[in-house]
């Protein structure tokens, strides 16, 4: 194919030879009339024009080569249409009757309480069913259903993070503001040399280097004020410089919500009641669904917790709804299999605007912003985004939750719009996270 930077070198080479000559006839004294020279000025212009000439038309064929060849790569590359899935096929029945055996035995076999599970393709509910009891004391209790309520865990910081973005994408703030900016009263030691404030988006990806949890009595309890937690963790010292690498946190997060609380002065609301006010009702999750564990009707709706009484191991004891204080952020949301369906279609839906759904509460660029990598993971199959964590090796997202006696996997296979969520009653003596 044509270069110019060949031509060029042949055109170096010309004028080399042209100056040559020029010199050859100096050093001769050749008069400026003479014939020889005349001769050369005559072949210097008209091989000048020729090889202008030349230029262009390899200038010419080139760019028709580019062209054709463009058109052959563009053509031998098609969009192909998303793939059509056809949920009336045996594929799919035969598929989902497989699942509700092997649930059916595991569940039995190991004698769990209460077990849900539900599977989203898209924006299609295809499957949810519950197994065992949704209420282990009480007799000829039905299994658990779609709309039963949980603590879903930590998976309420996706909830968080999706607040974080609602307020960014309405320009109430920046993912890199400081958080001292709507939490002044959050300090940390630090061992490190450095003055940068730790900023949203770090608490949002676990990269802040804060302590996993609220220092101790305040961990997991609503018995402290926001004033007691900060003034605890002002003693604190953070276990790693910000951005080093991933290290969980229920403390980040849970100043995160206190912060986005903050956010809006005007309105004077807690945390809970943001949440409720535009996430719950933004996504149309249940009535039931948030922070009221005391509520009547929410009760008569949850799933009864089963764990072991830690005098006597031997005993089941049922385990009841509370707040957990300051923490909820990161793990106190009570919600339903069929609110966290929603919440996969809601990020199954990134590539329409706010505008094209009732319930689209973020752009779909911005779900695609939540679900990119803030950080990679040491083993290199993994990274962290705000807060999904993303395996490669699957090329799925997942958040995971531990609280109390219930254990909960939400999953999606982003490239093919599937996932499936778990929630898994579990016999524990205590609680873990």
Same mark, same amino acid.
């Given at each position: @194919?044509?270069? !110019?930077?060949?031509?060029?070198?042949?055109?170096?080479?010309?004028?080399?030879?042209?100056?040559?000559?020029?010199?050859?006839?100096?050093?001769?004294?050749?008069? %400026?009339?003479?014939?020889?020279?005349?001769?050369?000025?005559?072949?210097? %212009?008209?091989?000048? /024009?020729?090889?202008?000439?030349?230029?262009?038309?390899?200038?010419?064929? #080139?760019?028709?080569?580019?062209?054709?060849?463009?058109?052959?790569?563009?053509?031998?590359?098609?969009?192909?249409?998303?793939?059509? =899935?056809?949920?009336?096929?045996?594929?799919?029945?035969?598929?989902?009757?497989?699942?509700?055996?092997?649930?059916? #035995?595991?569940?039995?076999?190991?004698?769990?309480?209460?077990?849900?599970? +539900?599977?989203?393709?898209?924006?299609?509910?295809?499957?949810?069913?519950?197994?065992?009891?949704?209420?282990?004391?009480?007799?000829?209790?039905?299994?658990?259903?779609?709309?039963?309520?949980?603590?879903?865990?930590?998976?309420?910081?996706?909830?968080?993070?999706?607040?974080? !973005?609602?307020?960014?994408?309405?320009?109430?703030?920046?993912?890199?503001?400081?958080?001292?900016?709507?939490?002044?009263?959050?300090?940390?030691?630090?061992?490190?040399?450095?003055?940068?404030?730790?900023?949203?988006?770090?608490?949002?990806?676990?990269?802040?280097?804060?302590?996993?949890?609220?220092?101790?009595?305040?961990?997991?309890?609503?018995?402290?004020?926001?004033?007691?937690?900060?003034?605890?963790?002002? *003693?604190?010292?953070?276990?790693?410089?910000?951005?080093?690498?991933?290290?969980?946190?229920?403390?980040?997060?849970?100043?995160?919500?206190?912060?986005?609380?903050?956010?809006?002065?005007?309105?004077?609301?807690?945390?809970?009641?943001? @949440?409720?006010?535009?996430?719950?009702?933004?996504?149309?999750?249940?009535?039931?669904?948030?922070?009221?564990?005391?509520?009547?009707?929410?009760?008569?709706?949850?799933?009864?917790?089963?764990?072991?009484?830690?005098?006597?191991?031997?005993?089941?004891?049922?385990?009841?709804?509370?707040?957990?204080? =300051?923490? #909820?952020?990161?793990?106190? @949301?009570?919600?339903?299999?069929?609110?966290?369906?929603? $919440?996969?279609?809601?990020?199954?839906?990134?590539?329409?605007?706010?505008?094209?759904?009732?319930?689209?509460?973020?752009?779909? =660029?911005?779900?695609?912003?939540?679900? %990119?990598?803030?950080?990679? $993971?040491?083993?290199?199959?993994?990274?962290?985004?705000?807060?999904?964590? @993303?395996?490669?090796?699957?090329?799925?997202?997942? +958040?995971?939750?531990?609280?109390?006696?219930?254990?909960?996997?939400?999953?999606?296979?982003?490239?093919?719009?599937? /996932?499936? *969520?778990? $929630?898994?009653?579990?016999?524990?003596? %205590?609680?873990?996270?």
């Amino acid at each position: @194919m044509f270069s !110019y930077n060949n031509h060029f070198d042949k055109l170096f080479k010309f004028n080399t030879l042209r100056i040559d000559l020029k010199l050859f006839f100096a050093s001769h004294e050749f008069r %400026t009339d003479s014939t020889l020279l005349r001769y050369f000025q005559k072949f210097e %212009t008209f091989y000048w /024009g020729v090889i202008v000439l030349i230029l262009e038309i390899m200038n010419s064929i #080139n760019r028709f080569i580019f062209w054709v060849l463009g058109t052959w790569l563009v053509k031998s590359c098609p969009e192909y249409p998303n793939p059509t =899935f056809y949920l009336d096929s045996s594929l799919f029945t035969n598929a989902l009757e497989e699942v509700d055996a092997f649930i059916l #035995n595991v569940t039995t076999t190991n004698n769990v309480p209460g077990f849900i599970t +539900s599977i989203v393709l898209d924006q299609t509910l295809l499957f949810v069913k519950g197994y065992g009891s949704s209420d282990y004391f009480a007799k000829n209790a039905p299994p658990p259903n779609g709309d039963n309520l949980v603590q879903i865990a930590s998976i309420t910081k996706v909830f968080t993070d999706v607040l974080l !973005y609602y307020y960014r994408d309405a320009q109430m703030l920046n993912l890199d503001d400081p958080v001292t900016r709507y939490a002044p009263q959050f300090k940390i030691r630090s061992p490190y040399h450095s003055n940068r404030p730790i900023t949203l988006r770090e608490l949002s990806s676990h990269n802040s280097g804060l302590p996993r949890e609220v220092p101790y009595p305040c961990s997991w309890t609503q018995e402290c004020t926001a004033a007691e937690v900060f003034e605890l963790v002002s *003693k604190e010292y953070v276990v790693m410089p910000q951005n080093e690498r991933f290290h969980y946190s229920n403390l980040g997060i849970a100043v995160l919500g206190y912060a986005l609380s903050r956010v809006n002065e005007m309105q004077q609301m807690t945390y809970e009641q943001v @949440m409720e006010e535009i996430i719950i009702r933004g996504l149309n999750l249940s009535q039931y669904t948030g922070f009221n564990y005391s509520d009547p009707n929410v009760i008569a709706q949850s799933a009864v917790g089963v764990t072991t009484n830690p005098l006597n191991q031997s005993e089941l004891i049922p385990v009841r709804l509370h707040s957990i204080g =300051f923490e #909820n952020p990161a793990g106190g @949301m009570l919600a339903s299999a069929n609110d966290l369906a929603k $919440l996969m279609q809601f990020m199954f839906r990134n590539n329409i605007t706010v505008n094209e759904h009732p319930n689209q509460l973020l752009d779909g =660029f911005t779900v695609n912003e939540m679900l %990119t990598p803030q950080m990679l $993971l040491n083993d290199g199959l993994g990274a962290i985004g705000s807060p999904w964590e @993303m395996a490669y090796n699957y090329f799925n997202s997942t +958040s995971n939750g531990y609280i109390y006696v219930y254990v909960y996997s939400c999953k999606q296979e982003a490239p093919y719009f599937f /996932g499936e *969520k778990i $929630l898994v009653g579990k016999k524990r003596a %205590t609680p873990f996270f």
